[in-house]
């Protein structure tokens, strides 16, 4: 199972979320497409500090709107969404009675997710699960992660709070799982999720992290380990940050102080296609520059462009020379026999054998750069051969060798892009 995306539903999606969402879906992809059965999950965040801190601020902008005092909360959420949610909260309850925070919460919560899932639905995002936070307080999986850890002796209490003892299971510094409030730390839920993932028998299951789980993650892991999971079914894949830059400067981003770009802008503004491939593009373990001059460009400097306009230009290649590519066997021949071919073909013909090893090496360590490193290279190739080789001749068996390897090359990057998720045009 391959667990990402998983946003608090207190704003909408923006480019933070989307770095972690296009590695998680195409992670995804590329399991499905090496003959795993996956599941892709979504954690639904909707218990904690935060979840109260929304139903506050719509709460406040309630009573802005009715020209009543208001204290906004220090650490609010701002933005014009926040104000949405607020007047169609007063528009269909006519007035504002005085409802506690649990009904602002909860009418923010499913406004806010109803948005990120038409977000998701634009990119192509698709989740078999949905694993609600509430359900882990509920069936008293918090609790009793606390006790099982307790019984092994690897919990203990000071200054009010309840500690977890992860120095005794290799990490530099113990830390705290219920503060001296009672309100669970983020280490203690996602202790007890993980283990639902344990006991629904998956044979691997895949976190997607941004960098700002770095410090936490070991810990949890470390917790499982001592619980008596097999931490080596575990992969976590942590992305480091995005930073969206515009004419050349950076464009700041903060959900609370609304100061941030929407994935729907993103979308709006450069495509969903364009969206996917430049969050995957670069490795995960580097800062990612979305420069948006780029991506809205319909030039070679544009990769996306480059690359669907190789597939494009290939299915314009073969409609044009009237060729029967239904039974498709000429390649195998030509590399058999290696006749006529220039340089430029034998290196795209090489090229496009090695595509299953690049598949291969890509599902052994979980990155999807490597195959778009692969489609660019491939792509740079065959427009280098299109521009030296006359394609379509008077030379009949010429013609049908030089669109077999076109054929081939086009095969490939159509396999590429559909483990990337994006589309593969004929006509540009």
Not at 193 to 215: C, P, Q, S, W
């Amino acid at each position: 199972m391959v667990e990402f995306v998983s946003a608090n539903p207190t704003g909408p999606l923006t480019v933070g979320h989307g770095r972690g969402a296009m590695l998680g879906d195409t992670v995804s992809n590329l399991l499905s497409w090496g003959g795993y059965d996956v599941d892709r999950e979504y954690y639904f965040n909707n218990a904690g500090r935060q979840m109260r801190v929304l139903g506050k601020s719509v709460s406040e902008r309630c009573n802005e709107l009715l020209g009543l005092s208001s204290n906004f909360p220090e650490n609010g959420y701002q933005g014009q969404y926040i104000y949405d949610i607020a007047k169609k909260f007063l528009k269909e309850k006519n007035e504002k009675i005085e409802f506690d925070g649990e009904v602002f919460k909860k009418y923010a919560e499913q406004l806010i997710f109803k948005d990120i899932e038409s977000t998701m639905k634009r990119l192509g995002l698709i989740f078999n699960n949905f694993f609600n936070e509430n359900d882990l307080y509920k069936d008293r999986s918090i609790d009793k992660t606390v006790n099982d850890l307790k019984k092994l002796g690897l919990i203990y209490e000071k200054d009010g709070a309840v500690w977890f003892k992860a120095t005794e299971c290799g990490r530099t510094d113990d830390r705290v799982l219920l503060k001296s409030s009672g309100e669970p730390t983020y280490r203690l839920p996602d202790i007890a999720y993980h283990r639902t993932k344990f006991e629904r028998n998956y044979d691997l299951i895949v976190d997607v992290f941004g960098a700002d789980h770095m410090d936490a993650y070991p810990d949890v892991v470390a917790a499982l380990q001592a619980l008596g999971y097999d931490e080596n079914k575990i992969k976590v894949l942590v992305h480091q940050f995005v930073t969206v830059t515009r004419e050349g400067q950076p464009v700041k981003m903060s959900t609370r102080k609304a100061n941030f770009v929407t994935l729907d802008e993103l979308i709006d503004e450069v495509g969903s296609d364009v969206v996917r491939y430049f969050f995957i593009m670069r490795g995960m373990n580097t800062h990612l520059n979305f420069d948006i001059d780029i991506a809205k460009q319909q030039t070679d400097e544009n990769p996306v462009f480059y690359l669907q306009y190789a597939h494009a230009r290939i299915s314009n290649l073969i409609k044009r020379s009237n060729i029967d590519m239904s039974d498709f066997s000429m390649l195998s021949d030509l590399i058999d026999k290696k006749t006529s071919l220039i340089d430029e073909e034998h290196h795209l013909i090489c090229k496009a054998i090695n595509f299953p090893l690049i598949i291969k090496k890509s599902l052994r360590v979980l990155d999807p750069q490597l195959i778009s490193n692969y489609l660019q290279d491939i792509a740079s190739s065959f427009h280098k051969y299109y521009a030296k080789k006359r394609i379509i001749s008077s030379n009949e068996k010429e013609t049908s060798q030089n669109i077999a390897i076109c054929k081939s090359i086009q095969i490939v990057i159509n396999n590429g892009l559909s483990i990337l998720g994006i589309n593969a045009p004929e006509r540009m």
